[in-house]
């Protein structure tokens, strides 16, 4: 079946990064856009590899999501992702202080390695179901840095699905703006 406008081979495809520290939530997000299912426990990911076909304002794109896994030592292999990836979506955990000053090393990464400002990136503060008890990052402090970041700036759960469509959606908006 061949609709209008060409086949599959057509769609748009965008690179997506998914960085951030160990345990912030980086597998759940990603699982959660691509297959509306909340993963509890916690597999360590080495990195994984989702794609999803999705239509964000009206154009239909194929999302290749790059999960990666949460330790910040520098490989070949993250350089080389670094490079390739047209979009990044930093994750920080609102119950993990140390996963948010993180989020900043993550960002001179990206710069670093594409010699640019100009990187659409997402700054993501998950886990805002736990907020009533575990907050210890304040949604002030990520609308600060995603400002100096200059980026926009989510507070996401991925167990309850809160804004994580619109992390997505709004990274490709960020990517097309710059294509």
């Given at each position: 079946m061949s609709g209008p406008a060409g086949s599959s081979g057509s769609l748009r495809r965008y690179r997506i990064v998914?960085?951030?520290?160990?345990?912030?939530?980086?597998?759940?997000l990603t699982l959660q856009y691509v297959q509306h299912n909340f993963i509890d426990y916690h597999d360590?990911?080495?990195e994984d590899a989702?794609?999803?076909?999705?239509?964000?304002d009206s154009e239909?794109?194929?999302?290749?999501?790059?999960?990666t896994a949460g330790q910040v030592e520098f490989t070949a292999m993250r350089e080389q992702?670094?490079?390739c990836g047209e979009g990044f979506i930093i994750c920080?955990?609102?119950?993990?202080?140390?996963s948010f000053n993180e989020a900043v090393e993550?960002?001179?990464?990206?710069?670093?390695?594409?010699?640019?400002?100009?990187?659409?990136?997402?700054?993501v503060a998950n886990k805002v179901d736990l907020e009533a008890t575990m907050r210890s990052v304040d949604t002030r402090e990520g609308e600060d840095l995603a400002e100096k970041f200059g980026c926009p700036f989510y507070e996401t759960s991925a167990a309850h699905r809160r804004?994580?469509?619109?992390?997505?959606?709004?990274?490709v908006r960020e990517i097309r703006k710059r294509s």
């Open positions: 998914v960085l951030g520290d160990g345990g912030v939530g980086k597998s759940a360590p990911t080495i989702y794609q999803q076909r999705t239509v964000i239909p794109c194929l999302l290749d999501i790059l999960d992702y670094m490079r920080y955990s609102i119950t993990e202080r140390h993550y960002r001179n990464l990206i710069t670093k390695v594409r010699a640019s400002e100009d990187v659409p990136v997402i700054l804004h994580v469509d619109d992390v997505f959606h709004t990274l």
